[in-house]
């Protein structure tokens, strides 16, 4: 695998990489339960009704969200559970954002071996990010370390640009998990990189033991994780969908996902994310994501 060897050496190194140093050293601490938005859709913006071909009949699926005018981000934090500050500022700073912005598709990466949340695409992706200290606020592949109002301020740049494409979810449970099937609408197909699709299944609401700086003892047993990574149907970097990129069409693509991970199924999710790869395969940017609740 391209990243083998450097995942192996963040593996080994995982005790060893610091809490960073808090930006805005204050004392909130802990994280609450989410509850999923009342609806399937995040947000009212405007669905891009006029990007849908209606000619053919559509599979029945239970919980959907279709095309918004809109560019959402994909960001993530970088956490272990023994880091203080992760538990203290780190994630009650990310998870308030996206209470505040259900615009941003987030995830919470796991990826120290010792964490019980452990997943070893965390791993991959805190390797790409050339992990030097947690928490690290991430923007698709950019990394902003312990750095949230640069972060906030960045994403609010990608979200205001325009997107190449849009993308519609739809979902339904399955015997061994979730069927999740993905549309995207393309308006503008150029570009010098190779565009992938991924597919993630993530889990609000689990309890799992977290050090917090801000709490006696400082080992929480009971601690509430939210955004936590379970997996993906696709690869962390997904899957090429260069010979149907093109400008004007709408690609459909289905997937099966292991929900064997998942501690409540009812607090489980999905997000969407179209990237981009170099032709060495490594991740450069973003074109769009969508979350999808059930």
């Known amino acids: 695998m391209k990243y083998s060897i450097a995942i192996l050496l963040l593996a080994l190194s995982a005790t060893f990489i610091a809490c960073e140093k808090d930006e805005d050293d204050n004392n909130n601490s802990g994280t609450n339960t989410i509850m999923p938005p009342t609806t399937s859709n995040p947000s009212d913006t405007t669905v891009v009704s006029d990007s849908i071909p209606n000619n053919d009949p559509e599979p029945t699926f239970d919980f959907t969200q279709d095309f918004q005018n809109k560019r959402e981000a994909f960001v993530g ?118 565009p992938h699709l991924a597919v993630y299944l993530l889990e609000n609401n689990v309890v799992s033991p977290q050090t917090d700086y801000g709490a006696t003892p400082s080992l929480v047993q009971d601690y509430i994780h939210n955004h936590v990574y379970k997996g993906s149907a696709t690869g962390l970097l997904g899957e090429s969908i260069a010979d149907v990129w093109s400008t004007g069409d709408t690609i459909t693509k289905t997937y099966d996902l292991d929900a064997s991970k998942i501690t409540n199924l009812d607090n489980a999710y999905f997000i969407a994310i179209l990237m981009e790869l170099d032709s060495s395969g490594n991740p450069v940017g973003i074109i769009n994501s969508q979350q999808l609740y059930k």
């Open 77 to 194: 934090i970088i956490s272990r559970n023994t880091c203080g500050i992760c538990g203290r500022s780190g994630h009650p700073t990310f998870d308030d954002y996206l209470i505040q912005n259900r615009e941003a598709s987030g995830v919470s990466f796991n990826y120290s071996q010792n964490d019980p949340l452990y997943h070893a695409e965390s791993n991959e992706y805190a390797s790409i990010m050339r992990l030097q200290g947690t928490p690290s606020f991430t923007i698709g592949f950019d990394n902003y370390r312990n750095n949230p109002t640069t972060w906030k301020t960045e994403i609010a740049n990608f979200e205001s640009e325009t997107a190449d494409a849009h993308i519609a979810m739809a979902g339904k449970s399955i015997s061994t998990g979730f069927q999740i099937q993905v549309k995207a609408a393309i308006h503008n197909s150029t570009t010098q990189n190779v």
